[in-house]
């Protein structure tokens, strides 16, 4: 059975992971910047905006989908507790 603890830390990782990798999206965005020629400036920067945010959306949703996999096994091996009636049924 998955911890809670661990459940948690992964979702943690990801919050961490989402500001990096939108920080690589940035710098990255900010080379093309520089290092393109004029007429391709704009195109180049936008272009790796969109593929970097497109990266760091595929890891969050996966990550997020690993996460509600986990909670969701956690929660079928949870035993369900009888009501009081359905004990007073069971016994009869």
């Known amino acids: 059975m998955v911890s809670t603890n661990k459940i948690f830390m992964k979702l943690l990782f990801l919050l961490i992971i989402l500001p990096l990798t939108t920080a690589i999206a ?5 080379v093309a910047f520089i290092h393109l020629p004029e007429k391709f ?3 180049g920067t936008m272009t790796a ?15 997020q989908i690993k996460v509600l996999n986990e909670l969701y096994e956690r929660k079928e091996k949870i035993p369900k507790k009888k009501s009081k009636i359905e004990k007073k049924l069971s016994k009869t």
Request: charged content about 10%.
């Open 49 to 63: 905006v969109i593929i970097s945010d497109l990266i760091v959306l595929f890891i969050v949703i996966a990550g």
């Open 41 to 43: 400036k704009l195109v």
């Open 26 to 30: 940035y710098a990255s965005s900010w």
